[in-house]
């Protein structure tokens, strides 16, 4: 069985590499969507807060 496996992938080295720049690939672009999910929901929460406390100040204020 390993020598089967072996000589596959002595047989196809290209189609390993492939496989692997394509799982490199998903990775990266599934990371880069957590990154832009993570940003955006760092950014609704601070643009909230803001809000918020902007209401309390004006309220505090008048």
Known sequence: ???V???Q???SPASAVEVLLVVVGV???VL???LLVVVVVVGVV???VVVVLVM???KWWW
């Open 32 to 34: 880069l969507l957590l």
């Open 5 to 7: 496996l072996l000589a």
């Open 27 to 29: 990775v990266v672009v």
């Open 1 to 3: 069985m390993v020598s």
């Open 9 to 11: 992938r002595q047989k």
């Open 46 to 48: 601070v643009v909230v």
């Open 56 to 58: 309390l100040v004006v």
